[in-house]
C-alpha cells in the first residue's frame, strides 16, 4: 500500500504513452476519449466497479445492513449506471479541456493521487464490515506508516509533476479524502474495498477538474 501512488504512476506513463500515439492518428478530443477508455481497459474496471457498487448502496439502502449488503451484490442498478456514465464522460471531458502544455504531466499526475486516496482511507479507517470483504486486507495491513510514506511519495511526484500547484492539488484531494472517510465512518462505520474504489475514480476526476481549474 506504501508503493501505491508508484503504481499510479505507472498506469499515468501507459496513458501517457498511448495518448502520445493516439495523437499521431487522431483529433485531441478522440485521443482524449480513448485514453480514458485505456485506464478502464488497464485497471479492469476494478475501481469503477466498487464506484458503482457505492453508487447503489448509498441509492438503495435505508440503513448500515442494508448498504452494505447492496454493496456486496454483485448486480447493478439505474443509479450506478447512470453514475458510471457521468463520471468517465466528467474524465474525458475534463481532459479534453485541459491545455496541451500541461496535459502530459495531468496523466501522470491524476491516477497517482486516485491511489494515494484509497490508501488514506484504509490507513485512518476502520473498515465497515463485520464479516470478511475483499477491502479487509487491506485496512488490517495499512497504517500510520503506509499513510505517511505513501504521502511522501506522491508530494514528491507532485512537485516534480506541477511544482508547488502540485502541492495544492495534493491538499485538496487530501480534504476530499478526509470528508469522503468521515462521511461513510458515519453512515457505516468506516470504509470497504468499495468505497476504497469509488474514493480512487473520484479522487481522478476531482484532479482533473482542479487541473483545469489552475490552467485554463
Known amino acids: 500500500m506504501s508503493l501505491f501512488p508508484l503504481v499510479g504512476l505507472l498506469i499515468g506513463l501507459i496513458l ?31 475501481h469503477l466497479d466498487g464506484f458503482a457498487d457505492t453508487i ?3 441509492a438503495g439502502g435505508k440503513d448500515r445492513e442494508r448498504t452494505l449488503a447492496i454493496m456486496k451484490d454483485s448486480r447493478i ?6 453514475a ?12 479534453a479541456e485541459i491545455p496541451e502544455a500541461v496535459k502530459s504531466q495531468a496523466l501522470m499526475a491524476f491516477p497517482v493521487l486516485g491511489r494515494w ?8 479507517f476502520d473498515y465497515a464490515r463485520s464479516g470478511y470483504g475483499t477491502g479487509q486486507a487491506f485496512v488490517r495491513c495499512t497504517g500510520r506508516r503506509e ?3 505513501s ?8 512537485v516534480l509533476i506541477f ?22 465512518r458515519t453512515r457505516l462505520g468506516g470504509v470497504t474495498g468499495d468505497i476504497m474504489g469509488a474514493a480512487c475514480e473520484i479522487s481522478e476526476a476531482v484532479v482533473l477538474l482542479v487541473v483545469c481549474g489552475l490552467f485554463v
Open 16 to 46: 501517457l504513452g498511448v495518448r502520445s500515439l493516439l495523437a499521431l492518428l487522431l483529433p485531441p478530443l478522440l485521443a482524449d476519449i480513448l485514453v480514458i477508455a485505456t485506464l478502464v481497459v488497464v485497471t479492469g474496471a476494478l
Open 56 to 58: 447503489d448502496g448509498l
Open 77 to 82: 442498478g439505474s443509479f450506478a449506471v447512470v
Open 84 to 95: 458510471l456514465v457521468l463520471i468517465v464522460g466528467l474524465k474525458a471531458a475534463a481532459l
Open 117 to 124: 486516496s484509497a490508501v488514506q482511507l484504509a490507513a485512518w
Open 147 to 149: 499513510s505517511a510514506i
Open 151 to 158: 504521502t511522501l511519495i506522491t508530494a514528491v511526484i507532485m
Open 163 to 184: 511544482g508547488m500547484a502540485g502541492l495544492t492539488t495534493l491538499l485538496v484531494i487530501a480534504v476530499f479524502t478526509a470528508l469522503f472517510g468521515l462521511f461513510f
